[in-house]
């Protein structure tokens, strides 16, 4: 794994050292699986949700599947990111189609969410990963990941202690808004 780490600027190295992915295996997948408050935009009301989360490193994929509600009416909600297209569909009570969203700009979109989730789930999984790396000051790396005939980047941003604390990218917008995703 050292070979590896040797063409990381700096900031990369010590983000992967503190995350403790140095001398272990690499990882081919991962799940998450969280519970939270959501909403749909800044004055849309919160709704309660679980949520799982597959991803997959070789090639790179994502399934993410939310289950929420807001006002007894439950939603299922479902992004994939698997070869070289995403959707992103919501279903209401599981049955009746709310939205249903493909083609290239979901699947520029999702890339970023692919590229985030990736440096923020599973650090390890960049050195396998179409990832580049360029310093751009003391606290700031600008990533670069490509797939699928997408490239995506954003300016991380790490504390002293070397840890991740902020993912800014201008490749996909908040649909409702239409401002840089964090």
């Given at each position: 794994m050292e070979a590896d780490l040797a063409a990381l600027?700096?900031?990369?190295l010590t983000y992967l050292r503190c995350s403790g992915v140095v001398g272990r295996?690499?990882?081919?997948?991962?799940?998450?699986?969280?519970?939270a408050q959501m909403r749909s935009s800044?004055?849309?009301p919160w709704m309660t949700s679980t949520a799982n989360e597959y991803a997959f490193f070789d090639p790179p994929g994502r399934?993410?599947?939310?289950q929420a509600s807001r006002d007894g009416i439950p939603f299922?909600?479902?992004?994939?990111?698997i070869?070289?297209?995403a959707t992103f569909r919501v279903r209401i009570a599981g049955i009746f189609p709310m939205v249903n969203l493909s083609?290239?700009?979901?699947?520029?979109?999702?890339?970023?969410t692919v590229m985030n989730d990736n440096l923020a789930f599973a650090p390890a999984a960049v050195l396998d990963l179409p990832f580049t790396f360029v310093p751009t000051g003391e606290h700031t790396v600008r990533a670069t990941f490509r797939n699928v005939g997408f490239t995506v980047s954003a300016t991380l941003t790490f504390d002293a202690?070397?840890?991740?604390?902020?993912?800014?990218?201008?490749?996909?917008?908040?649909?409702?808004?239409g401002g840089p995703a964090d």
């Amino acid at each position: 794994m050292e070979a590896d780490l040797a063409a990381l600027p700096p900031l990369m190295l010590t983000y992967l050292r503190c995350s403790g992915v140095v001398g272990r295996l690499h990882v081919r997948n991962t799940h998450v699986r969280f519970s939270a408050q959501m909403r749909s935009s800044a004055t849309s009301p919160w709704m309660t949700s679980t949520a799982n989360e597959y991803a997959f490193f070789d090639p790179p994929g994502r399934l993410f599947a939310i289950q929420a509600s807001r006002d007894g009416i439950p939603f299922d909600v479902l992004h994939e990111y698997i070869d070289s297209a995403a959707t992103f569909r919501v279903r209401i009570a599981g049955i009746f189609p709310m939205v249903n969203l493909s083609g290239p700009v979901m699947t520029n979109h999702e890339t970023v969410t692919v590229m985030n989730d990736n440096l923020a789930f599973a650090p390890a999984a960049v050195l396998d990963l179409p990832f580049t790396f360029v310093p751009t000051g003391e606290h700031t790396v600008r990533a670069t990941f490509r797939n699928v005939g997408f490239t995506v980047s954003a300016t991380l941003t790490f504390d002293a202690a070397g840890d991740l604390v902020g993912f800014r990218s201008s490749d996909r917008s908040h649909g409702r808004e239409g401002g840089p995703a964090d």
